[in-house]
């Protein structure tokens, strides 16, 4: 085992490649998570709600991250192996389906080259060390709701609350931080955008953020302190308030749609996460 680290440590070059095909093959499952993971709520919601109201709900075949298998969403057809070849597939069928040609769309293999992305940053970043498995499954958490959030307006427990729950656990041995402040970022970062959500409800008679949001900065501040909340807080309004400008601009973004706050508190904690030094003694020098 020593001579393997040793050798994946100084071959970089395959090491990076390793990485980079392994974010590809996660993207790929990535963007199943995605379309799947709303869609297996929304049942649950309607058949929770339809034994609240005494009914029996219907039937209905299995739908989970693995069952069905993925299907054409224009003829329906089945995909096989050569269909779901990350990026590939896409280039090689010219972004068709072989079956229809309906056009696929372009999200598919983006989400793909971004999580490759964010896998050979992380070993930039932390190199051949626990700390790069943990980075790769905080960017690729992210990534994921950050696209549910732009979709849907939601941030799932089902990726909030495991992403909180993990960054404690690994830091009970200080992977980040001490474990004293791992809790107390969880627990502030909870209540900080809490009580900010119940001053502006107060103050205006509308919902300013969705309590995804309170989960996913609790999270944040478990896995990087309590040092790391307002210069993440910061950041994420700053991208937030400039990605509000571009879109209304352009327009893109009317008074009817809600711009998410998640994909900007996502995004603000990925860059803590790989320049989280340099984003704290920024912040301080500024305050100072």
Same mark, same amino acid.
């Given at each position: 085992?020593?001579?393997?680290?040793?050798?994946?440590?100084?071959?970089?070059?395959?090491?990076? /490649?390793?990485?980079?095909?392994?974010?590809?093959?996660? %993207?790929?499952?990535?963007?199943?998570?995605?379309?799947?993971?709303?869609?297996?709520?929304?049942?649950?919601?309607?058949?929770?709600?339809?034994?609240?109201?005494?009914?029996?709900?219907?039937?209905?075949?299995?739908?989970?991250?693995?069952?069905?298998?993925?299907?054409?969403?224009?003829?329906?057809?089945?995909?096989?192996?050569?269909?779901?070849?990350?990026?590939?597939?896409?280039?090689?069928?010219?972004?068709?389906?072989?079956?229809?040609?309906?056009?696929?769309?372009?999200?598919?293999?983006?989400?793909?080259?971004?999580?490759?992305?964010?896998?050979?940053?992380?070993?930039?970043?932390?190199?051949?060390?626990?700390?790069?498995?943990?980075?790769?499954?905080?960017?690729?958490?992210?990534?994921?709701?950050?696209?549910?959030?732009?979709?849907?307006?939601?941030?799932?427990?089902?990726?909030?609350?495991?992403?909180?729950?993990?960054?404690?656990?690994?830091?009970?041995?200080?992977?980040?931080?001490?474990?004293?402040?791992?809790?107390?970022?969880?627990?502030?970062?909870?209540?900080?955008?809490?009580?900010?959500?119940?001053?502006?409800?107060?103050?205006?008679?509308?919902? %300013?953020? %969705?309590?995804?949001?309170?989960?996913?900065?609790?999270?944040?501040?478990?896995?990087?302190?309590?040092?790391? /909340?307002?210069?993440?807080?910061? /950041?994420?309004?700053?991208?937030?308030?400039?990605?509000?400008?571009?879109?209304?601009?352009?327009?893109?973004?009317?008074?009817?749609?809600?711009?998410?706050?998640?994909?900007?508190?996502?995004?603000?904690?990925?860059?803590?996460?790989?320049? %989280?030094?340099?984003?704290?003694?920024?912040?301080?020098?500024?305050?100072?």
């Amino acid at each position: 085992m020593a001579e393997l680290n040793h050798w994946l440590t100084t071959e970089s070059s395959v090491l990076y /490649l390793l990485v980079t095909l392994l974010g590809l093959l996660v %993207g790929s499952f990535l963007n199943v998570v995605i379309h799947r993971l709303p869609l297996m709520l929304q049942r649950d919601w309607q058949r929770e709600c339809a034994e609240l109201n005494g009914q029996t709900p219907a039937e209905a075949p299995p739908f989970n991250l693995c069952t069905p298998r993925s299907r054409c969403p224009h003829c329906r057809h089945q995909l096989g192996a050569l269909d779901n070849i990350p990026v590939l597939s896409w280039l090689w069928l010219r972004g068709q389906c072989r079956y229809c040609q309906a056009s696929v769309a372009r999200r598919y293999p983006l989400v793909e080259l971004a999580s490759a992305a964010l896998a050979a940053l992380a070993l930039w970043r932390f190199g051949a060390s626990p700390q790069l498995l943990a980075a790769l499954l905080f960017s690729w958490t992210l990534l994921c709701m950050t696209l549910i959030d732009i979709d849907h307006l939601l941030l799932p427990d089902d990726l909030t609350l495991p992403l909180l729950w993990l960054g404690l656990l690994l830091n009970i041995n200080g992977l980040f931080v001490s474990l004293q402040s791992a809790v107390l970022g969880a627990a502030f970062g909870y209540g900080i955008l809490w009580s900010l959500y119940w001053l502006f409800k107060l103050a205006t008679g509308k919902e %300013g953020m %969705g309590y995804g949001d309170f989960k996913l900065l609790a999270a944040i501040g478990a896995w990087f302190g309590w040092q790391a /909340l307002l210069p993440v807080l910061l /950041l994420a309004s700053f991208t937030g308030a400039a990605l509000g400008i571009g879109l209304m601009a352009s327009r893109k973004l009317g008074e009817d749609r809600v711009l998410p706050f998640g994909p900007a508190l996502a995004l603000a904690g990925w860059l803590y996460l790989i320049w %989280g030094k340099q984003l704290t003694g920024f912040y301080w020098s500024m305050a100072l």
